[in-house]
């Protein structure tokens, strides 16, 4: 359910807004932004309000926010790209903010962008030149984004990706990411052009990478998992993935099948492994050997 919007302030520092946002939905967006709209289409968006702050002598401050359907969807797109420094509006110390480990933060600022999540409001402000006064009212516009809103806890299919597999195998979190498009997930990695998990609106993802702790960052493995609405949309996706992916490894899966299935494989970039149960199929790529990728589908 969409939250109450925030209110921006008619002035802030040396910039004034218009009274009115101009709103972009899905019918428009690609007239607002061109090619980037299907980024926001692969969540579950809802609307855009966008409002240009223009002061006297100053360049205009850009103000654009995300209205998604879910929180989960809001937090997908910060979580597309975690560059920036982690910045405190004030949500921590909200009473009903959720815990946070020393990661994840819910606002990001660097050279005159704030990007941050708020509920169910992703939004990003842009000071098209940054001086102390315009970063200092996009920091304002930011701490009023988030007044008075919900603080929701990051999305529980991040719950499942652990900090680290045997042996020695650790979680980058600046690499992690939420989605639910084929098309996003070929921009953080790339499968290939058809969508062969059959992912829609209806799923939910995420990947990251791995790194070898003692390997300085040289050596990585993928990791993806994908949930579905029903075991059979979960099925489904994996007899696709195989005829499209794994063409020379086809697989027999039972019908009405629930039961658990692990499968490996060599392929070009090195092992592929993947792990099949309930709704959800989890698959690790670019393992550098058959014992790796063993141990590490095995821990999932």
């Given at each position: ?5 925030p ?7 040396l910039?004034?807004r218009?009274?009115?946002?101009q ?12 090619g980037?709209g299907?980024l926001y289409?692969g ?10 702050y223009e002061?006297?002598?100053q360049?205009s401050i850009?103000?654009e926010?995300?209205?998604?359907k ?14 920036g420094?982690?910045?405190?509006l004030?949500?921590?110390?909200q009473a009903?903010?959720?815990?946070e480990?020393?990661?994840?933060p819910?606002a990001?600022y ?5 990007r ?9 402000i ?5 001086t ?6 996009v ?6 984004i988030?007044?008075d ?6 999305p529980d299919?991040?719950k499942?990706?652990?900090d680290?597999f045997r042996?020695?195998w650790?979680l ?8 639910r498009?084929?098309l996003?997930l ?6 290939g052009q058809?969508n062969m ?6 799923s ?21 998992l994908?949930k579905y609405?029903s075991h059979m ?13 794994l063409p020379?490894?086809p697989i027999?899966?039972?019908?009405g099948?629930s039961?658990?299935m692990v499968?490996?494989?060599p392929?070009?970039?090195?092992w592929l492994?993947?792990?099949f149960?309930?709704?959800t199929?989890?698959?690790i790529?670019e393992c550098?050997?058959?014992e790796?990728v063993k141990?590490i589908i095995n821990?999932?």
């Amino acid at each position: 359910m969409l939250k109450s919007k925030p209110t921006l302030p008619k002035i802030v520092g040396l910039w004034t807004r218009p009274d009115s946002p101009q709103f972009v939905n899905a019918k428009n967006i690609f007239d607002y932004m061109d090619g980037a709209g299907e980024l926001y289409l692969g969540y579950c968006f809802d609307h855009l309000e966008s409002y240009r702050y223009e002061a006297r002598n100053q360049d205009s401050i850009l103000v654009e926010l995300y209205f998604m359907k879910t929180s989960d969807d809001a937090f997908g797109l910060l979580s597309l790209d975690w560059g920036g420094k982690a910045t405190d509006l004030g949500q921590s110390l909200q009473a009903n903010a959720a815990p946070e480990n020393s990661f994840w933060p819910r606002a990001l600022y660097g050279e005159g962008l704030l990007r941050l999540w708020s509920d169910t409001i992703y939004a990003r402000i842009m000071a098209f030149q940054e001086t102390p006064e315009s970063k200092e009212a996009v920091l304002a516009l930011g701490r009023s984004i988030v007044k008075d809103r919900g603080n929701p806890p990051r999305p529980d299919l991040l719950k499942n990706l652990p900090d680290s597999f045997r042996p020695d195998w650790m979680l980058r979190k600046d690499r992690t990411s939420y989605f639910r498009s084929h098309l996003v997930l070929n921009s953080l990695y790339y499968l290939g052009q058809e969508n062969m998990l059959d992912l829609d609106l209806t799923s939910e993802a995420v990947t990251s990478s791995y790194e070898r702790k003692d390997s300085e960052g040289q050596k990585r493995i993928q990791f993806l998992l994908v949930k579905y609405p029903s075991h059979m949309r979960a099925r489904r996706a994996l007899a696709h993935f195989h005829r499209t992916y794994l063409p020379e490894h086809p697989i027999s899966l039972q019908s009405g099948s629930s039961g658990e299935m692990v499968n490996v494989f060599p392929i070009e970039d090195g092992w592929l492994g993947y792990k099949f149960k309930d709704n959800t199929l989890a698959f690790i790529f670019e393992c550098p050997d058959q014992e790796t990728v063993k141990t590490i589908i095995n821990q999932i």
